[in-house]
């Protein structure tokens, strides 16, 4: 049984002893690239004021630790740590200087979620860059908009919160906590492995480009294999 | 009818009743004498005759398609309140043209595959075309007496273009939107007229609230129309002139070998009008095309990327990608090159393939009747100017999905668009200079194979130790086939002194047209048949080597 | 002469099927046309069999073709309009659509396949000849038609009359210039609607996610914001032809990286009001990298620096996005100084 001030105390030993092994956790993984207090150097940029979002983001999408400072932009890819253990770097870099907090199931879940707003709202700010239903798109140089099929909504609540690489920010000041809800909401109902796709197959859900190809080597094609056969001479009966 | 005085008694009350029904309408319409002319026509087979059969089937179904999509489509551009049954769309505001296309989709039973098919085979449709003029180009069969017939087929082709961009933007949705948009600014760079044009077409500023009414009846109405006469014409020139044919034992410029109209061709041509609507509609069954409820009501200010037009119009749109900025301002005006040279470039590119059969016939001179196709490699120059063409077509085609390309081969996207702009120059002349290498290696190969026989694969060792390939010789219809074709020579440009001795002007078309023949007929650009004399030079020689 | 005159031994040797007896390689031409190959027969022709065969097989397609079309009607009337069902690979579709398709596809699809192999099976396949005849009529209908229409030119007069023949000429010239004239009010004349929009002096900046006007602190450094005039609403009549030319791009640099002056005075601390509408062909731009501070426009790949005054630094477009200017309010709210300087989107011939 712990008094309300004790539970406080023990609430803040928790996270002070949180913030230690993120701290240990960072030296190894992160410090060589950041800076040892986050400061940033060269080949990765300032940590102070990037809040616990952007950890979560970065580095439990994969893209962080990266392999390379070079490359036009990072991939997400296996992710290493545990989620224990993000939450511990999380919980180190916020310390290190005020930023956007990991968003709680709340604010992404669908409860209370306006799927069509979502969609008129990601016509406006997501689809130019990550297309219609967030296949993902080109940038300039080699960068890209990746396809946003089956991410964790947390992810990209965070990515809209935070604006890793060359990703905008869209900070609650100016799209607001329901907006960004509604957005999360109308991906999980039109990209994810159970959306639903009406008329058939969805060729990528690219527009005309894939729906040509295949209307060339399926349609086409196929009318051609059937041309051929209509037109070949019937086999003739074997001489004997 | 009373007063039949025919020699051969008639008893016409007591024929069969279809026979009846056809004396009938021969009294007043003259069918007899049309079927007498058409009823048992020959038509050759070949796969690639029935390119234009995929084209004319699609047109078919896409009009019946087309019929049954206006009885439920409200080409009306007033903002509604969506409130069907596509949960995402809910309460959103947009036209009366995407809404009902939206209850096409979503309420109407069978509305969706109908819409799909229609769309499929117009993309089917276009790509016919394609394919099919690039086979009339390839085998000569443009030639005399088919150039008009190629000319409606060109039209045809480019009116189906426009048919499916107007029918393409009619429900209103994001990405078709974002077309017309593109059509709009396209518009505005012309010189001097363009923006009055804008205006009179969109009935105002873009978008306005009439241009779906207005590409409804062009998408509808008036395009089709015209291409439903071109389509009679063309086929009745078809039937006019009968078609052409490959060359082979049997088959001249003056015959046409085949199967009759009646019965086999109405079982094959009739059959293949059903394979066609059938494997259209299977395709529309298991694959989605423009499923506009993912693509979202337009809005001006919206756009997604891989904002592409359907495939048609991917060239033109590839062109509009590579082009570089360039704008002038002068004298309180601008020329907008980069948007105009395109639009230009556009017209031009597809003129050059529509004016060919003109420019060849001057070049060779010939003014005779061509029924015997060409192969494609006894033609280098020819083939070879057509591979460019497809070459340089299909690079802007690329340049059209340069962000598709770019992001699935993690390309950059800024490369891509520079191996356009440098392919589309360069890509050409190479191709031109491949395919002619190719054609007429091929030519050698034909020569080697009438002369010495064809590889048998069979392995004789002579008495002298040495090995050699048995070279079995042609069947006499093999060879008759492999020196069929025709082989002009160069023009040359006539005396320069006249009759009179009076020395006259050699016009500068007359040195282009030399120049040109050399470059089609010259000793570089066909390889000389074999000749009855070194056929038995080499036959009656030391055997087969 | 004429250059379309090529001496006749310049035109290739047209074969001459008369030469040498058709069918026998002689002496004199080895490679001459053996005539048609004797006609072969097929299976069919000679087994009653095969031909029972190709029978069955024609009437069993044809009976598939009308089991589909049952099975069409009956898919119409049970299924429901908006069943989803999961079919690998298709994904989640609709019931109906698939259904539907399959059923009449393969109704199509089979009377077709058993025409075509009624045809190819059972029909006579032996070739037939056709003679073609010249297009070009002979001579002598040739001069007849030449005559008749002279004749018929002389009676008809016009080349006498020449009254008669320039006044038709001129009334047939004239008259399509009615219908020419009636497209005049297909829409209206340009004069200077290219070259306003909805925003002036005091109007403040709306976001378009949450319809609020917004403060300078709100817009952080690497955020973008899509802004509409205030007044301006989604159910207004015009408001699709309007905002066509008024959304705005809201993006924050830090002063010291913004390289032109002028858009640096334009902007409120750093924040830079740019026009969403491409200059190219009028697609709205706004794939903004906010570390190169580039934006791509996704319709043609122009890219402009908007730490630069927008300015083209790839692509087709050929000028700068506008700029608006802006300042923020007694009330502390950002607002539009002016209307944008020069015409939004596209160029066209008149922008100067």
Redesign the interface.
Known sequence: MFAPADKAQADETAQSLTIEEGKKLYTVGCASCHGTGGQGTSDGPSLVGVGAAAVDFQVGTGRMPAATSQAAQLPDKKVIYTQAQIDQLAAYVASLGAGPAIPTEEQYGPEGADIAKGGELFRNNCAQCHNFTGKGGALTHGKYAPSLEDVDPKHIYEAMLTGPQNMPSFPDSTMSEQNKKDIIAYLGEVNTDKSESPGGMELGGLGPVSEGLFGWIFGLGGLIAVAVWVAARTAKAKKS | MSTNTSTEPRSRGKAPAGERVADWADGRLGIYSLAKANMRKIFPDHWSFMLGEICLYSFIIIILTGVYLTLFFHPSMNEVEYHGSYIPMQGQLMSEAYASTLEISFDVRGGLLIRQIHHWAAVIFLAGMFVHMMRVFFTGAFRKPREINWLFGFLLFVLGMFTGFTGYSLPDDLLSGTGVRFTQGAILSVPIVGTYISMFLFGGEFPGTDFVARFYSIHILLLPGIMLGLVVAHLILVFYHKHTQFAGAGRTNKNVVGMPLLPVYMGKAGGFFFLVFGFTALIAGIASINPIWNLGPYRPDMVSTGAQPDWYMGFAEGLVRAMPGWEINFWGHTLVLGVFIPLVLFGLFLAILALYPFIESWITGDKREHHILDRPRNAPTRTAFGVAWVTAYMIMLIGGGNDIVATHFNLSINAVTWFVRIGFFVGPVVAFVVTKRICLGLQRRDKDKVLHGRESGIIKRLPHGEFIEVHEPLSQEQMYTLTAHEQYKPAEIGPEVDENGVKRKVKGSEKLRAKLSEAYYGEESQIPKPTVEEYKEITSGHGHH | ?S?????E???????D?THGALGV?DE??????????PH????????ERAAKRSERTVALLFTLSMLATIGFIAA?VAIP??K?VYVF??????A???????T?????????????H????L???E??????H??EAPPEVRAKVMDDFRQGAKESALGRRKLIRNTMFGALTLVPLSGVVL?RD?????EE??RHTAWSKGKRLI????NEP?RP????T?????A?PEGLD??DHDF??E???A?LMI?RIQPDDIKDKQALEWSHEGILAYS??CT?????????????H?V?C??????FDLSDGAK?I??????ALPQLRIGVNDDGYLEALSDFEEPV????????
């Not at chain 3, 690979?89 to 609709?94: D, N, Q, Y």
């Not at chain 3, 790839?314 to 000028?319: D, L, R, S, Y």
């Open positions: 002469m250059s379309q005159d090529i001496p031994e310049k035109l290739p040797a047209e074969r099927t390689a004199k031409n080895p490679f001459a046309d053996p005539g048609l190959p072969e027969h097929r299976i069919q022709d000679i087994d119409f309009v908006d989803i690979p298709l994904g989640h579709v609709s109906l659509n698939l259904a539907l398709g399959v009449l596809g393969t109704a199509l699809f089979a009377i077709g396949a058993g025409a075509v009624w045809a190819r099976t029909m006579s396949d070739e037939l000849t056709d003679e073609r010249p297009i497209l297909l829409g209206p004349l340009p609607k290219l976001n378009q996610n949450t917004m602190s709100d817009i952080v690497g955020s973008l914001t899509f509409k989604e159910h699709n032809n905002i066509a030319k959304a993006v969403k509408i190219h062909v009028g697609c709205p731009i706004s794939l903004y990298e906010q570390q190169t580039h791509l996704p319709c043609h790949q122009s890219t083209v790839f692509g087709p477009a050929g000028h989107g596209p160029a066209f011939w008149e922008r100067g």
